[in-house]
């Protein structure tokens, strides 16, 4: 099971260079090319989705994958360098980085679960690209919206 105690090797995920690089680009232009391709009744209609976005959806799903994977696998994360604020941080509500950073040491095998819920998001989305499966990438891109409500940053 990935989301069990890592060996003390394994690396410690830094967590804004995982959102930055793998995870938040990658939603938005999911949600992006999913919201561009609805038909009249809102569904997600394959043959609305240009052919060269099947490429860039793969490569969504592959940046993805690797990004829960490394949220999954990481022996303790970093929320964001000392001193560093949270992107919301200030605003009403929004967590701070000390916040954060409590909640991933306190709840490491759930934050890890929740790196794996990434993870799957990512390999299913690779799959439903590899077969034009349009109702499944709908099914996955409204999903990947609950994984993120869900992890520790809401
Ligand atoms: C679709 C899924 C997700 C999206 C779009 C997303 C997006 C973001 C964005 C935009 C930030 C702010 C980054 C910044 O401050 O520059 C962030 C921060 C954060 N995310 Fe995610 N995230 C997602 C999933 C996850 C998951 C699954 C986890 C946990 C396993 C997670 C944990 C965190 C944490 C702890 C932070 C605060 C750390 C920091 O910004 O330094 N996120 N995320």
């Not at 060996?7 to 680009?25: C, H």
């Not at 809102?42 to 060269?52: F, M, Q, T, V």
């Not at 022996?75 to 001193?83: L, W």
Request: charge should be negative; charged fraction near 25%.
């Amino acid at each position: 099971m990935v989301s069990a105690v890592p060996g003390a090797d394994a690396p410690v995920a830094n967590l804004r260079i995982t959102m930055q690089t793998n995870v938040n680009p990658q939603a938005l232009a999911l949600w992006d090319i999913a919201n561009r391709a609805m038909d009249a009744k809102g569904d997600l209609a394959g043959s609305k989705i240009p052919s060269d976005n099947w490429a860039t959806l793969l490569k969504i799903g592959k940046d993805l994958e690797e990004g829960g994977r490394t949220l999954a696998t990481s022996n303790g994360a970093v929320a964001a360098p000392p001193g560093a604020k949270l992107q919301d941080e200030g605003n009403f509500g929004a967590s701070t980085a000390v916040d954060v950073q409590r909640f991933i040491d306190a709840k490491s095998a759930e934050f890890r679960g929740h790196g794996l819920d990434l993870q799957k998001t990512g390999a299913g989305l690779v799959k439903a690209v590899g077969t034009h499966d349009a109702k499944r990438l709908s099914a996955l891109a409204g999903s990947l919206d609950e994984v993120r409500e869900s992890s520790v940053e809401s």
